[in-house]
């Protein structure tokens, strides 16, 4: 079926294939890993973006405090 006898170029060709795997293994995780990294930073720029397009809760201000002098149009 397959034949994985490589002769006289064996100590040539398989580690070829090995550092060829290694690279393809660090290209692969290297990928997952800035997948992740662009989910996170996505997900973060989303909420602030809704946390800035959110209506903040203002509370109302409170009356002024009555004044110590007399209103105009009241006699003493």
């Known amino acids: 079926m397959l ?4 002769g006289k170029y064996a100590a040539y060709v398989w580690p070829a294939y090995g550092l060829t795997a290694i690279v393809i293994g660090g290209m ?23 946390e800035a397009a959110a209506p903040v809760a ?13 209103q105009s149009g009241t006699t003493e």
């Open 3 to 6: 034949d994985f006898d490589a």
């Open 28 to 50: 692969v995780a290297d990928t997952l890993a800035r997948a992740r990294r662009w989910r996170r930073e996505v997900e973060a720029r989303e909420a602030a973006q809704a």
């Open 58 to 70: 203002r509370t109302p201000k409170p009356d002024p405090a009555p004044s110590a002098e007399p």
